[in-house]
């Protein structure tokens, strides 16, 4: 494990992660069932610089009234950025321990419980319901994530909602937003205005669909 402490403004975010991404545990197979190989098992459990962005995002966004989902959260630092501003937030993922890092680290945070549904884009329709603002990092690893990941947005969105996404430039993102505009969203992106608290360049966008 690691211990890290990120500032926002005058703000403290504890977390505990993986301590790289060559970790690897998966007790009875219950990752590898769910189909995430060993490979992929510990990309949940890192801050990458596309969830940082995304929490600095929702650091100072307008929150008020909105009910909030993050899919695909693994460790969960915009929840957690979101929850200590007491927002209405519920996070969602497909990984198996994701619950239980997101409990770690709320209580690391002194914050209020954050409800966690485990779900795949895929799984038949859920009980979330809708929300306002939908949000999320780095998701759109494969080729035939798009239109899953349109489609699970679409089925949680609200009939007015703000969708951000924040995408290292995979090559995925220009399909998925055709995707999304075909579901009537409108679509902008563009680069995060300040990334000082990231130790490398970061190329990526921040993608924005609203209906």
């Not at 500032?7 to 301590?19: A, K, N, Q, W, Y």
């Not at 069932?33 to 596309?50: E, K, M, Q, R, T």
């Given at each position: ?174 399909r998925f937003s055709r995707k999304m ?31």
């Amino acid at each position: 494990m690691r211990y890290q402490t990120m500032e926002f403004g005058g703000v403290d975010i504890h977390i505990r992660s993986l301590r790289d991404n060559q970790q690897f545990l998966d007790v009875d197979q219950v990752a590898a069932n769910l189909g995430i190989s060993s490979a992929s098992w510990p990309l949940f459990g890192i801050v990458w610089p596309s969830g940082q962005v995304l929490a600095h995002l929702m650091f100072e966004y307008e929150i008020a009234g909105k009910r909030i989902l993050e899919v695909g959260c693994g460790i969960g630092l915009a929840s957690l950025v979101l929850n200590h501003r007491q927002a209405d937030i519920t996070a969602t993922d497909y990984h198996p321990e994701v619950a239980a890092f997101l409990s770690a680290n709320v209580l690391l945070n002194a914050g209020r419980s954050i409800p966690f549904v485990r779900t795949g884009w895929g799984d038949p329709q859920s009980l979330l319901g809708e929300f306002d603002l939908i949000v999320g990092s780095d998701l759109l690893y494969e080729h035939e994530h798009v239109d899953m990941l349109a489609g699970f947005i679409d089925q949680h969105a609200a009939t007015s909602c703000a969708v951000v996404l924040v995408d290292p430039g995979r090559g995925n993102h220009a399909r998925f937003s055709r995707k999304m505009i075909s579901l009537g969203y409108s679509h902008s992106q563009a680069a995060p205005v300040s990334v000082d608290y990231l130790s490398q360049p970061f190329r990526g966008q921040v993608l924005s669909y609203q209906r």
